[in-house]
């Protein structure tokens, strides 16, 4: 089970750490990662007064989301972060609320068939690690048309930082931030535990942080991103 109190604590220290990167706190937003957690990671975050959790796998969310009571459900806005089956969209309509990991046509118009008019996030590839999903900055922008077009709304962008020194994941995160510019995206979902310094530091609105909040998770698919 995990402990509220103590994700209360964390969270502060998540948040000096936003401001020591020269962030303003009341501004960029924490996504809790609560992927590889039971739904208590779920209950402490709501509880800590965080409003937005992230989930990676469809069938562990669903899971959890039977778990929770509906105080619960009605206090957190679930984004789903993990590389998506366009197959899984249907069983998770009328659970997420923002799709962050858009990131080709036919997903866009799976999500624009089961929960129409429904916020998303084109996920961008500046990692080159073709295992986390994302699309290239050169084919981005015809999503996002795309994805307007088919009633959806594009509420920002979302990438995985590039492993490799600060500089080298900051000018990635900054490759995020003026695509996002060019579009007139509101949010870019950038930054995790190891990395939110450099993306607060590009311009980040939200960042994605699990192990700073919860710990060590008990499991780990290599294969997706661990925020």
Request: net charge negative; hydrophobic share 45%.
């Amino acid at each position: 089970m995990i402990d509220t109190a103590d994700v209360r604590q964390r969270i502060e220290r998540v948040r000096n750490r936003i401001a020591d990167a020269g962030g303003d706190t009341d501004k960029i937003g924490v996504v809790a990662v609560t992927k590889g957690f039971d739904h208590s990671a779920i209950e402490a975050a709501a509880g800590a007064g965080l409003t937005m959790v992230g989930e990676n796998y469809a069938q562990e969310l669903r899971g959890k989301w039977d778990e929770l009571d509906s105080v619960t459900k009605n206090a957190v806005d679930v984004h789903f972060i993990g590389r998506l089956q366009s197959n899984k969209v249907r069983q998770l309509a009328g659970v997420v609320g923002v799709w962050q990991s858009v990131d080709r046509v036919r997903l866009v118009s799976q999500i624009a068939q089961h929960a129409p008019g429904a916020a998303v996030f084109v996920q961008l590839d500046v990692s080159g690690t073709a295992s986390q999903g994302g699309c290239e900055p050169a084919e981005a922008s015809a999503l996002v048309t795309v994805a307007r077009s088919e009633g959806l709304e594009v509420a920002g962008c979302m990438a995985i930082g590039p492993q490799g020194a600060p500089a080298q994941i900051e000018t990635a995160f900054h490759e995020v931030a003026r695509f996002a510019d060019r579009h007139q995206l509101e949010q870019r979902c950038m930054g995790m535990s190891a990395d939110l310094e450099a993306a607060v530091r590009a311009g980040s609105t939200l960042v994605r942080i699990g192990t700073a909040l919860f710990g060590n998770r008990p499991q780990r698919d290599a294969l997706t991103q661990d925020a």
